[in-house]
């Protein structure tokens, strides 16, 4: 069964600094693995993903990830934070054989201190 | 391109009421997924519709359903309405070609608020 851990329910940077939020995922074959952002009172929006092909993957808004099968991680992270970065981070696996249906971890707030 | 639309955006319930959601996926998307979004329960599955049949299902009561119409809006329903349905409802829609990949377009959500 697949699952999803975020470790860390909230995290502070100062603005500057580097982000690394952290991601491990149960799965019984290769996943698709996701980061989603959300934005208060607003839906989720796709940072980045990673489907068999390149283990790090660049996403939007200066975000990239490394999936590492051995540690079963992927670990989100980001250079230098800003403060539009704030928001909540979904990290969300999928496996083919479920179709579409993903498995959400239960988010890290992000908080950017200036 | 328009995104995903959900109407409506806020909305109060009282307890033993039902309510209906409506969701526009983007154009020419066929595939659509609602996810049920609680303090408690994070992020939850409820269903997947493509070209008006339930793909998939997740592990909630038969007060919740859905359906999905030709032009690919889809509703769901929540009748008789307990206190815990209290929840930001998402849909999501996915476009043709990434069957199996999990990738999803969100729209903002109807947030219901059962009394």
């Given at each position: ?6 470790l ?9 600094a ?44 200066g ?47 992000l908080?950017?201190?200036? | ?23 526009s996926?983007i ?89």
């Amino acid at each position: 069964a697949q699952s999803v851990t975020q470790l860390g329910s909230h995290v502070s940077v100062s603005e500057g600094a580097l982000v690394l939020l952290r991601c491990n995922y149960s799965s019984s074959v290769p996943p698709y693995l996701f980061w989603y952002v959300q934005y208060p009172n607003q839906g989720l929006q796709l940072l980045l993903k990673y489907t068999s092909a390149a283990t790090l993957v660049k996403g939007i808004n200066g975000f990239e990830a490394e999936f590492k099968k051995s540690e079963t991680s992927f670990h989100l992270t980001k250079p230098s934070a800003h403060m539009s970065d704030a928001a909540e981070y979904f990290c969300a696996v999928s496996e083919p054989q479920y179709g579409n249906k993903l498995v959400f971890g239960a988010g890290t707030i992000l908080r950017v201190k200036s | 391109k328009a995104g995903v639309t959900q109407t409506p955006r806020y909305l109060i319930k009282t307890r033993g009421q039902q309510v209906t959601l409506s969701c526009s996926p983007i154009s020419g998307h066929r595939s659509v997924s609602w996810y049920q979004q609680t303090p408690g329960q994070g992020l939850q599955f409820l269903f997947e519709y493509f070209s008006e049949t339930q793909r998939n299902k997740g592990n909630f009561p038969g007060r919740f359903s859905g359906r999905q119409f030709s032009n690919s809006r889809s509703e769901m329903n929540v009748s008789t309405l307990e206190l815990g349905d209290s929840a930001l409802y998402l849909c999501a829609s996915r476009p043709a070609g990434t069957a199996g990949t999990g990738e999803l377009f969100f729209g903002e959500g109807s947030r219901l608020t059962v009394l």
